[in-house]
Nanobody, 121 residues
């Protein structure tokens, strides 16, 4: 099992900015795809942004132009930079990773525990 460690998020006023960070534990796992999903109260979990090993990215229409996903310099790390935040961005944000454990070849899809982002009007 691959453990994800998340940090960042918090509370901000509308129009503000926040950053989320996620890293995998261990050194023998290679993350091919990393991303961020979010779940607002009473709603289904939805994609925010994903990034592949080749740095290809995909964003939800609702965050395009406001959020930026990027890989960190360390292996298996990812940032989500959020700007021009709106009250409707309020949700729990979950890190997601898809990759392979190098010694066994086992493929994993893992989720973080989530970080709260609250945007007040």
């Amino acid at each position: 099992q691959v453990e994800l460690v998340e940090s960042g998020g918090g509370s901000v006023q509308s129009g503000g900015s926040l950053t989320l960070f996620c890293a995998t534990s261990g050194t023998t796992f290679t993350a091919n795809t990393m991303g961020w999903y979010r779940q607002a109260p009473g709603k289904q979990r939805e994609l925010c942004a994903v990034i592949t090993t080749g740095a290809g990215t995909d964003y939800a229409d609702s965050v395009l132009g406001r959020f930026t996903i990027s890989r960190g310099s360390a292996k298996n790390t990812v940032y989500l930079s959020m700007s021009s935040l709106k009250p409707e961005d309020t949700a729990v944000y979950y890190c997601y990773v898809h990759g392979r454990e190098e010694t066994t070849g086992t493929v994993y899809d893992s989720w973080g525990r989530g970080r709260q982002v609250t945007v007040s009007s």
